[in-house]
């Protein structure tokens, strides 16, 4: 009985099996029918492989199929295929891998909160109609390259674990990547994106977003976004850009950038460096307070509307090398902890076309502008420079302002030419300043600067005014070679020591010079007298200060000459008409203002002489003292004695006339007669003048001459 039950149980098992056996083989050969009809080809993990020649008809594949595969936790494979249905994985969770080539999304895909635990790869497919990934979770990979979106692509807030790519993808309406977070790299490389595409907020953390050669035809907005290190390198940017307070902590790369609308990088933090070189700005340029934790490279860019660095903050080097500025360049209130160099690159000089404005800003480094041009105003006011300052070669065309402006190490203005009006008012050089062989074509302003160090304007020219006043120079300052053709104020200006010429050669006066209240303690110039025969107006305190430092250098000859020209220039202002005239003549012709002694001694003697002829030429010019009582028997002995007169008798007579307040004995005998002056013996006369009366005129010369010869030796007649 019990081997009976055994076979009858192992009988039904056969037949179970057999049966199971044959309902799948029925149910796999229609299941092959049903896919012949489709053209399908069934392959491991129930993937879809098309032939791309096939007829569309035959590629199109349910959205039923896929998503009854993707419930089933397994890989899903499409390739070449056609999805006509709309598609909708929203909150779902793919636990396979999504791979989908060169397939065609016909209507809208919604994977919105979707969560792909495997890699995820979209390549050379295209999507007809709007697509939604917002808030998906990619645990793995993603890949989207060479896809092309139709319409809206929204990947706002989704989550990239791993890395995602978007190689040579082309978005030919929005995209929108509003706050996703990618902590690792994103590289969207050689993309297109046809419309507005929305980084705003986006969190790129520990890798790059790659944007290399991208094309943004509309509004590319990356505010706020935040990055380890964005790269845009050879991107076309052909609308609006901005990076409006966005943080990439690594760097930015927009070299051989195109940005052909307004760029909007204000208030954004970056570290290590920005590198912008030979990139294109034909919109605004706004870099206003951005943040650079490192250096900042421009080179070669060219900034064809307003370049804004206002505020801008840069903890190292600032490099603008071989830019172009074609409008107004203001880095006004910048601050920049290193260099800022906006030297020439090869032949390239550093070019600003409009205005340029550096108003404020701070450079804690050196300030390099050599070989710049500036074809329109330049600004430095109240500009701080703690390095040193190269602006050799510059060419400046329009006005230029330095009012204010701090120089804190060597400045070097070396053949820089200012065609225009250029002020230095207020500023202060803590060093050296150099502006040897600088050609000055306008009016020239330094008033109330202050040179602490060297300063040297050797070989300068200047063809307008030059205005120095209120400054103050506290070491040597040299003009020797320098050509001042027009006026030159020097009005209360103080000098260290002033040197108006060298061994070679001197400075050239072509206008008037202020030299109202300028004080310096030593001066070398080879012809004092042209510099103050241009003083203009006149004032005395610039003679006596020139005496002043002559006479302390032992040159008093020098100093008595630049006295005595004080006064006669002091002498031909008075009235013909006045009785000071009188007296600043008398000075002048016979004391020579006090300092000219032989001149007093000469005229007294040529007085002595002059009188000493007169009574020697006749015999009726003297008579003893005692003529009137000789008697009459012997008036022809005491006319007899006059008739014998010596020369030396006669010069001791005119003598003891001149020195009425000397009693010179030799002269005690014999008087001037009343007699009218006759030189007998050149047979010359009579004058009408008298012997006594020509003695009367003697004796109050003698009584001018004499105390005002005294006063001279005592310093009395010099003011």
Request: glycine share 6%.
């Amino acid at each position: 009985m019990q081997t009976s039950l055994r076979i009858m149980t192992v009988a039904l098992v056969f037949i179970s099996t057999l049966t199971v056996f044959i309902t799948a083989k029925i149910s796999f050969g229609q299941e092959q029918i049903s896919h012949k009809n489709h053209n399908y080809s069934l392959i491991i993990n129930d993937s879809l492989c098309f032939d791309k020649d096939s007829p569309s008809e035959d590629r199109v594949v349910g959205a039923a199929w896929l998503k009854e595969t993707a419930q089933r936790g397994v890989n899903i494979y499409v390739e070449n295929a056609i999805i006509k249905d709309p598609i909708d994985f929203r909150y779902f969770t793919f636990e396979g891998e999504v791979v989908f080539k060169a397939t065609q999304f016909l209507s809208d895909v919604q994977f919105s909160y979707a969560t792909f635990k495997r890699i995820v790869r979209i390549q050379s497919s295209t999507f007809h109609e709007n697509v939604d990934f917002s808030i998906a979770k990619f645990e793995l990979s993603a890949s989207f390259d060479s896809t092309t979106f139709f319409k809206s692509s929204t990947f706002s807030h989704a989550i990239f674990l791993k890395r995602s790519t978007f190689l040579s993808t082309i978005f030919k309406k929005d995209a929108n990547f509003e706050s996703i977070l990618a902590e690792q790299s994103a590289d969207f490389s050689k993309s297109v994106f046809m419309a507005k595409t929305d980084f705003n907020g986006s969190h790129f953390l520990s890798e790059s977003a790659w944007f290399f050669d991208c094309h943004f035809y509309g509004k590319a907005d990356f505010a706020g976004a935040k990055m380890d290190q964005a790269c845009f390198n050879g991107s076309i940017f052909k609308s609006e850009v901005s990076f409006n307070h966005a943080e990439i902590k690594s760097g930015l790369l927009i070299s051989d950038c195109k940005f052909d609308g307004p760029t909007n990088f204000a208030w954004m933090k970056t570290g290590i460096a920005v590198q912008c070189i030979s990139s294109v700005f034909k919109g605004i340029a706004d870099f206003n307070a951005i943040e650079i934790e490192g250096s900042a490279f421009f080179r070669r860019s060219a900034f064809h509307s307003m370049a804004d660095f206002r505020s801008a903050h840069i903890t190292s080097n600032a490099e603008f090398v071989g830019a172009t500025f074609k409008k107004l360049a203001s880095f006004n209130g910048a601050n920049i902890d290193g260099s800022a160099l906006f030297m020439p690159l090869d032949t390239v000089h550093t070019t600003f076309e409009g205005k340029a404005e550096f108003g404020r800003a701070r450079i804690g480094g050196q300030m390099s502008l050599r070989g710049a041009v500036f074809k329109d105003d330049a600004s430095f006011r109240y500009t701080e420079i703690r390095g040193q300052t190269y602006f050799r070669d510059v060419r400046f065309f329009k006005r230029v302002l330095f009012i204010g402006t701090k120089f804190f190490r060597d400045a070097d203005f070396r053949r820089t030419v200012f065609s225009d009006t250029t002020e230095f008012n207020n500023s202060v050089f803590e060093t050296e300043v150099t502006f040897i062989s600088t050609e000055f074509q306008s009016i020239a302003k330094f008033e109330a600067t202050k040179f602490f160090g060297m300063t040297r304007f050797k070989e300068a020219k200047f063809h307008s005014k030059a205005i120095f006043d209120y400054s103050s120079f506290n070491l040597n300052t040299h003009f020797a070679t320098t050509e001042f053709l027009d006026d030159l104020s020097l009005f209360e200006t103080t000098f260290r020591s002033l040197s108006f010429s060298d061994s070679i050669s001197s400075t050239k006066f072509g206008g008037n010079v202020d030299l109202r209240g300028c004080v310096y303690d030593r001066l070398e110039i080879s012809s004092w007298k042209d510099m103050l025969d241009r003083q203009k107006p006149y004032e005395r305190q610039p003679y006596v200060q020139l005496e002043k430092v002559l006479r302390y250098a032992g040159k008093d000859e020098e100093a008595d000459k630049v006295y005595r020209e004080r006064r006669i220039k002091e002498g031909n202002k008075l009235s013909l008409f006045s009785l000071k005239v009188i007296k600043d003549r008398a000075l002048r012709w016979f004391f020579g203002y006090g300092i000219l002694d032989s001149r007093v001694l000469w005229i007294s003697l040529a007085i002595v002489l002059f009188g000493s002829f007169i009574f020697w030429g006749s015999e009726e010019s003297l008579r003893p003292k005692d003529s009137q009582k000789c008697p009459l028997h012997s008036q022809s002995i005491c006319k007899s004695s006059s008739h014998n007169l010596s020369w030396f008798v006669a010069f001791w007579v005119s003598l003891k006339i001149f020195l009425p307040m000397i009693d010179i004995i030799a002269g005690n005998e014999w008087e001037p007669t009343h007699q009218k002056v006759t030189i007998s013996k050149r047979k010359i006369g009579p004058f009408p003048i008298t012997y006594s009366r020509f003695a009367a005129c003697q004796r109050i010369l003698g009584w001018f001459l004499i105390p005002m010869g005294i006063a001279y030796m005592f310093g009395f007649l010099k003011q």
